[in-house]
């Protein structure tokens, strides 16, 4: 795994400086981090934003996420730092649920299998390998 390729898609998709992503599935004291700070997002909107690993379990992650502004490239970018984790977790799957608003925090786990329970609380996204490669494809 390059410990740089999310920092690496976002800077191919849009005119944005980056701070790389620090990751490593081997060490655990190595947390993964993806801030990126853009002049304007798509829609103008200045967009600054860091996901940030906090806690790093053998089963999951809780991730910290601090934006500011960005219209929909924030969802996009949120989805694409999540990814980014998920493969320096050396995951093909990951289920982010959202466990707190304020801050926003979402708790990540690695489920083998596709078959994922309903949601019953707080939001929650299922990412698998294929949809991190489409989004990565489509905005090359």
């Given at each position: 795994?390059?410990?740089?390729?999310?920092?690496?898609?976002?800077?191919?998709?849009?005119?944005?400086?980056?701070?790389?992503?620090?990751?490593?599935?081997?060490?655990?004291?190595?947390?993964?981090?993806?801030?990126?700070?853009?002049?304007?997002s798509e829609d103008g909107t200045p967009l600054t934003m860091t996901i940030r690993e906090t806690r790093r379990a053998p089963d999951f992650s809780i991730v910290h996420v601090e934006y500011v502004s960005g219209g929909s490239a924030s969802s996009l970018l949120l989805v694409r730092g999540?990814?980014?984790?998920?493969?320096?977790?050396?995951?093909?799957?990951?289920?982010?649920?959202?466990?707190?608003?304020?801050?926003?925090?979402?708790?990540?786990?690695?489920?083998?299998?596709?078959?994922?329970?309903?949601?019953?609380?707080?939001?929650?996204?299922?990412?698998?390998?294929?949809?991190?490669?489409?989004?990565?494809?489509?905005?090359?």
């Amino acid at each position: 795994m390059q410990p740089h390729f999310t920092a690496s898609l976002l800077l191919a998709v849009l005119p944005w400086s980056a701070a790389a992503a620090n990751s490593s599935a081997s060490a655990p004291e190595s947390l993964y981090t993806l801030s990126v700070r853009a002049a304007k997002s798509e829609d103008g909107t200045p967009l600054t934003m860091t996901i940030r690993e906090t806690r790093r379990a053998p089963d999951f992650s809780i991730v910290h996420v601090e934006y500011v502004s960005g219209g929909s490239a924030s969802s996009l970018l949120l989805v694409r730092g999540l990814c980014g984790l998920m493969h320096a977790r050396d995951h093909e799957l990951a289920v982010a649920e959202q466990i707190s608003e304020h801050p926003v925090e979402f708790r990540m786990t690695f489920p083998t299998s596709a078959k994922v329970e309903e949601p019953g609380g707080l939001p929650r996204m299922v990412l698998s390998e294929s949809d991190c490669a489409r989004i990565q494809e489509r905005h090359e």
